[in-house]
């Protein structure tokens, strides 16, 4: 079966760091587009970045470039999501995602995506 697992996430101040992990399983991971999406409270879900497992190209919502990174161990079948100056706007349920298509077709847009994980909570306060 298809699993995404996400970990990393947790309490930290305005301005520290996380890194979120996508653990995947079920399906072959060089084929697959990973995206990762967040929503917070009351809030439409958004795309935050992706990545292409097979070439590593990558995408990212303006609000986050310059600040996340995101990455790939093709070895672990893993994604991860490195979250820099952190802002409170960042806090939100963190979502990973995949896709069996292009990352140049799919980006961001969340219908595009097939299997999803549980999500982790990231906060950010003061």
């Known amino acids: 079966e298809v699993q995404l697992v996400e970990s990393g996430g947790g309490f930290v101040q305005v301005g520290g760091s996380l890194r979120l992990s996508c653990a995947t399983s079920?399906?072959?991971?060089?084929?697959?587009?990973i995206g990762w999406f967040r929503q917070a409270p009351g809030k439409e879900r958004e795309g935050v970045s992706c990545i292409s497992s097979s070439d590593g190209e990558t995408y990212y919502t303006d609000s986050v470039k310059g600040r996340f990174t995101i990455s790939s161990d093709n070895a672990k079948n893993t994604v991860y999501l490195q979250m820099n100056s952190l802002k409170p706007e960042d806090t939100a349920v963190y979502y990973c995602a995949a896709s069996y298509g292009p990352v140049q077709t799919i980006l961001l847009h969340s219908a595009g995506y097939d299997y999803w994980g549980q999500g982790t909570q990231v906060t950010v306060s003061s």
């Open positions: 079920g399906f072959t991971f060089d084929d697959y587009t």
